[in-house]
């Protein structure tokens, strides 16, 4: 099957990966070295005139207050989000494995807001935050949804963490669904003959065999909330006093608002170490604690 | 004999406990999209006095409907979204599994540099390149404000994921001795690949078609800065847009957004089993 000379070699890679490398390197590769040289230049987003100016925008960005203080908040987010997103979404899994009837149909639902983009979610819970919460609560005499969750600092955040928990955990949920149904049977019924409860079996030996499943719900939820744009923009866009600016948000206005595209492109590259780092590392130490049934 | 019997009545509240605890939690978590869609039949005096009533105090209002339907150009946005989806789907799946065929069936140094530059690349957030693809595709080449930009972009963007898909599905299913045969019978390999392999991989394929759907039909931040034009506007686009305008006239935003939703969720319910088994293996395989 394989070419013997280096021209049938080119041809026989390129009739096939020719036009996947073309796209590949065009839009990935190119624009990710051209990236890491545009943040030492203080391109201003108008015509291609570029100047070299070395690390001042790294200097820049390790001086913008602001910039970490969305880092920061960004890191809060994600981590109680990661945190609330994989607990519903492990016991919406256990009790979706019990053998009920309904539950194909109840795992549907819970999926279901992952089937719409995170502009249209924002909208929809900016209506709910803003229009419907605060007559529940007026009718029923609850001061804590009087007011509209959006207008408030605080209140916002959580309502942010809300919507995010609502979004992801039904996708999760489908992961930890195959991650049960996968613990082999006999494994299980062994271990309540030998005298485990029911809460023994689960913790003793479904969840160490579930750990692949905890890598990549935990992969896929710190990935996306970290970079969480969408949502971000429709539902809160930033606000109330830019109490719910994350990361991704003040990276596009930095570029694209302030024209500052080298500082913007610098604070990305930052983004996405910090990112790498975490995610790499957590799946790492992740993929230890496996165990083989 | 009176034990089990206690047993099995006790497993059997148990039961009924757990399903009435699941069914308040969806209509917990199905309570935003309800709200929306009661209040989209409302005027918007009706909606400001009280979101929570089932109807408005004049009875069923459709009005929301032809007005949000005309003034979000509706069908222009669809048929925008729609080609956009399909096409960058059709290619990223047909160019990904050509690229991972030669990957797996050949040892050219092309290959495996080629194919370990990908696996690398999927960590990199699209943020990360958002700004060099303004300055390249539009200050540069002065392509923005077209939809072959951005089916360029997805298709190079959604590579990555694809070409690593297949990569496995190819490794693991599909056997080198099916196509010595086909190549001893006279294919060549362009028709090894289609006629051979390629269906081999349908199972891959129809995972790959769910999760660039869901991604390419709802995307937002890569099609805003491609298309500013409103002619060109993705259903997403629109919305946005939509929202901006008529920020105070609720009822027309409230049918504008169930609108958006409708078509995915019409192929939902046709399509659920096979949307759910792509989500679930695309997760489990990356």
Redesign the interface.
């Known amino acids: 099957?394989?070419e013997k000379t280096f021209l049938g070699?080119?041809k026989?890679?390129l009739?096939?990966?020719g036009?996947?490398?073309v796209?590949?390197?065009?839009?990935?590769?190119?624009?990710?070295i051209?990236?890491l040289y545009?943040t030492f230049t203080d391109?201003g987003?108008?015509?291609?005139h570029k100047n070299l100016v070395g690390f001042a925008n790294y200097i820049t960005v390790f001086q913008d207050g602001a910039f970490w203080k969305s880092l920061l908040l960004t890191l809060g987010y994600v981590i109680v989000s990661v945190i609330m997103i994989n607990i519903v979404a492990f016991i919406?899994a256990y009790?979706?494995t019990?053998g009920?009837k309904?539950q194909n149909f109840?795992?549907?639902?819970?999926?279901?807001?992952?089937?719409?983009?995170?502009?249209?979610l924002g909208?929809?819970?900016e209506?709910?935050f803003t229009?419907?919460l605060p007559?529940?609560g007026q009718t029923l005499g609850i001061p804590l949804f009087e007011k509209s969750w959006l207008s408030d600092p605080t209140t916002a955040f959580w309502a942010f963490v809300i919507v995010t928990v609502?979004q992801y955990s039904?996708?999760m949920m489908?992961?930890y669904?195959?991650g049960f149904v996968g613990v082999p049977k006999d494994l299980t019924e062994a271990a309540s003959i030998d005298g485990c409860t029911g809460f023994q079996v689960t913790r003793y030996v479904t969840i160490p065999l579930m750990v692949p499943s905890f890598v990549?719900c935990l992969f896929?939820s710190v990935?996306r909330t970290f970079?969480v744009?969408?949502l971000n923009?429709?539902l809160t866009n930033g606000g109330p006093y830019e109490s719910t600016k994350m990361a991704?948000m003040y990276?596009?206005q930095m570029?694209?608002n302030s024209q500052r595209?080298g500082v913007?492109?610098a604070e990305?590259?930052i983004?996405?170490v910090v990112?790498?780092a975490i995610?790499?590392t957590q799946t790492y130490l992740g993929k230890r604690m496996e165990v083989d049934a | 004999m009176s034990k089990s019997v206690i047993g099995g009545t006790k497993a059997r509240v148990g039961h009924i406990v757990k399903l009435v605890v699941l069914f308040i939690l969806l209509i917990a978590y199905m309570f935003p999209f309800f709200m929306v869609l009661i209040n989209s039949f409302k005027r918007k005096v009706s909606i400001v006095r009280n979101p929570l009533s089932l109807i408005d105090t004049q009875g069923f209002y459709f009005d929301n409907y032809p007005e949000a339907f005309e003034s979000m150009r509706f069908p222009l946005s669809f048929m925008n979204s729609f080609l956009i989806t399909v096409i960058s789907m059709i290619i990223i799946v047909l160019f990904a599994a050509m690229a991972a065929y030669v990957f797996v069936r050949t040892k050219y140094l092309a290959s495996r540099i080629s194919f370990g530059m990908m696996l690398a690349a999927m960590i990199i957030p699209f943020q990360a390149l958002m700004i060099p693809l303004v300055s390249i595709y539009g200050n540069t080449l002065n392509l923005l404000n077209n939809r072959a930009t951005l089916i360029f972009l997805n298709f190079g963007f959604g590579m990555g994921l694809a070409v690593f898909m297949y990569h496995g599905a190819i490794k693991s299913g599909v056997p080198i001795s099916l196509e010595e045969a086909a190549l001893l019978d006279g294919c060549n390999k362009y028709q090894t690949f289609f006629r051979v392999v390629f269906p081999l991989l349908k199972t891959m394929t129809s995972t790959l078609v769910v999760l660039d759907v869901l991604w390419l039909w709802n995307d937002y931040l890569m099609p805003s800065l491609i298309l500013t034009k409103r002619d060109l506007f993705t259903l997403p686009l629109s919305t946005y847009r939509f929202y901006g305008t008529y920020t105070s006239d609720l009822g027309l935003i409230m049918a504008a957004l169930v609108m958006t939703v409708t078509p995915v969720i019409i192929l939902y319910l046709f399509l659920q089993r096979h949307i759910i088994a792509g989500v679930v293996s695309g997760a489990v395989k990356s």
């Open positions: 099957m394989e070699k080119t026989h890679f009739m096939f990966a036009p996947a490398m796209g590949f390197i065009a839009v990935v590769i190119i624009p990710f051209y990236g545009l391109w987003g108008i015509g291609n919406l009790l979706l019990s009920m309904a109840l795992r549907a639902g819970f999926f279901t807001p992952n089937l719409i983009g995170g502009i249209v909208f929809i819970w209506f709910v229009r419907t007559v529940i609502w039904g996708y489908l992961i669904v195959a990549i896929l990935t970079m744009y969408d923009l429709s991704a990276v596009y570029a694209f595209y913007g492109q990305a590259i983004l996405f990112v790498a995610a790499l």
